[in-house]
């Protein structure tokens, strides 16, 4: 059987064209029997789109179809990088040679006439399956040898430009160690440099001592002696940044290549002299030291040069290398320089800079540190001094805390205590300590700086009190979760909360009383009043809102919901009560409460950008006005909703069915005591 041979894994996709529907039946029942994964189309548009969209592995096409034939087909599918390699095989009736012929022409790979033999599709797909498979190994193969062959090429070139650089940098290396000094290594590089590239001048320019301009160096290389009078003329000039090449240079600390500086260089100072000799390319590198540029080196030559990245590469190269030698030719002068000027430093510094050992004695000491201490000089001090930890630490534990931290960590910073200056006084320090120790890892000496942080510290608590201070006026005005969400810096503060009571309450009778008042025996007298509300506010755990002249206004379940709310509501209605009848009786003054409460959904909030207030809205808020405001003095009176909150725990009397302004009748009920 035709089968028996072993398919992919992945089955084979192959693509139907035939306008006959019978034909395409016949030929993906039979295709799909034997494994392969078979596309239809009925006509050559549709063929074409499939194609490009998914390329097939093979494609069976019918010859004569309307709109588009076979032929044309197959060579559409040509034109395309993608469809091109798809192996065609024509199926026809046509049995002329020259239909044949034609067929193959146009890039078909086999030819099938109708009526076909099953065994014979079979045996001709899978032969140009194969032949697919194969091409397309081969083609992989080709391409990843073309690819090796490519890198291994380009491996070669670089590895000659290695071996090259690498050769020219170990001469160039051997001749700067073997100058004597700065301006003989550069005359070293500039003679290695040119004799290397084929140049004809180079040439070195140094800052001058104020590093304003740059100077003509010692050292010069020419290719011969008709380019002395270049040579003299530069002798005699200088270039400040951005002037000239070397300026140019000088100032971008980047190299520049010119190919022909005969074509308006821009401030070309020697140009003359420059084209009588015929110069034609100039090329400038930096000389760097970190980001300090000890020289600039210039070469010129006679013919044109295109810009060689390569040369530039090399320069960069041989520039580090002679910023080495010269680095290591000014250490001593260098270190000489720094010490004088760390001694100058810690002997003038504003800060206390000491050394001292882990058993607490000094080594050394500026006279910032003796000052900061109040010793006058620094031999007093360390001569004074034997024990840190007793002497000067008030806590001596606090000595023990630095040794351990300078243990675990070998530095520490910002480490704060309280320290006694020679005449018993207390100050503030900050110490940055690090620990020094052998190449053992033993422990050393310490060094590092202390300042007197006192007057931080002390603006310090006073800034904590005056926070402390606002904290607990923001918290007389609003809850202190939404304080704490406020001082989080939320832009808008707003929930919604689905059970809540709300309490309204006012005095009875305190307007005729306030006509017999002063202003100010009035305020202490609703001051009085009000701070009792407040504790008890307080002590059953509900949220005072707002006081409005001699109105109070507290909800219970928000801002932190509770399932009690309503309960703690009619406590506090309760002693609210209780505390106006025992003020009254010790003030002689007829006093009343009336009191309304309800409950459902609110929606609550910060509103203000100055000045602060946390409020309620909805019509559970306004119900609950209504209730104070049809109650009567002496008595609490409750929505049904409240009712069925509390009637379980509390007496309450049914009032009636009372009109409600912008609500109608409503049923409501006097709170009594608590069962």
Known sequence: MMNDEPLPATPRDILIVDDMPDNLRLLSTMLESYGYQVRKAINGQLALQAAQISPPDLILLDINMPKMNGYEVCANLKK????????????????????????????????????????????RVESQLS????????????????????????????????????RFLLETTRAIGEAADFHSALEAILHQLGETIGWDVGEAWIPNAEGTALQSARGWYASNASMEPFRTQSEQLTFAMNIGLPGRVWASKEPEWVEDISQGYPDFLRSEVAQELGFKAGFGVPILVGDEVLAVL??????????????????????????????RKQAEELLRIAEERYHSIVENAMEGIFQSTPSGGYLSANPALAKLYGYDSPAELMSSIENIAEQLYLDPERRLEFVAAMDAENAVSGFESIVCRKDGSQIWVSENVRAVRDSQGVMMYYEGTVSDITERKLAQEELKIQQEQSEKLLLNILPKPIAERLKAQQSTIADSFADVSVLFADIVGFTELSARMSPTELVKRLNVIFSHFDQLAEMYGVEKIKTIGDAYMVVGGLPTPRHDHAEAIAQMALGMQAKIAKLSAE????????????????????????????????????????????????????????????????LLEMRGVIPVKGKGNMRTYWLLEKR
């Open 298 to 327: 210039v070469f010129f030559q006679i013919l044109p040069s295109p810009k060689n990245a390569r040369f530039i590469d090399i320069f960069n190269a041989v520039g580090t290398q002679l910023g080495g030698l010269i680095q």
């Open 80 to 123: 395309f990088e993608n469809t091109k390699d798809i192996p065609v095989i024509f199926i026809s009736a046509l049995d002329e040679v020259m239909e044949k012929v034609k067929a193959f022409q146009v890039g078909g790979v086999d030819y099938i006439t109708k009526p076909f033999q099953v065994e014979e599709v079979l045996a």
């Open 587 to 650: 003030t002689g003054e007829k006093l009343a409460i009336r009191i309304g409460i309800n409950s459902g959904p609110v929606v609550a909030g910060v509103i203000g950008v100055s000045k602060f207030t946390y409020d309620l809205w909805g019509d559970t808020v306004n119900v609950a006005s209504r209730m104070e405001g049809t109650g009567f003095a002496g008595r609490i009176q409750v929505t049904d909703v409240t009712y069925e909150l509390l009637k379980d725990k509390y």
């Open 131 to 166: 032949l697919r498979l194969l091409q397309s190994k081969l083609q992989r193969q080709a391409r990843e040898l073309h690819d090796r062959n490519s890198r291994l090429q380009e491996e070669i070139v670089e590895r000659q430009r290695a071996e090259e650089s690498i």
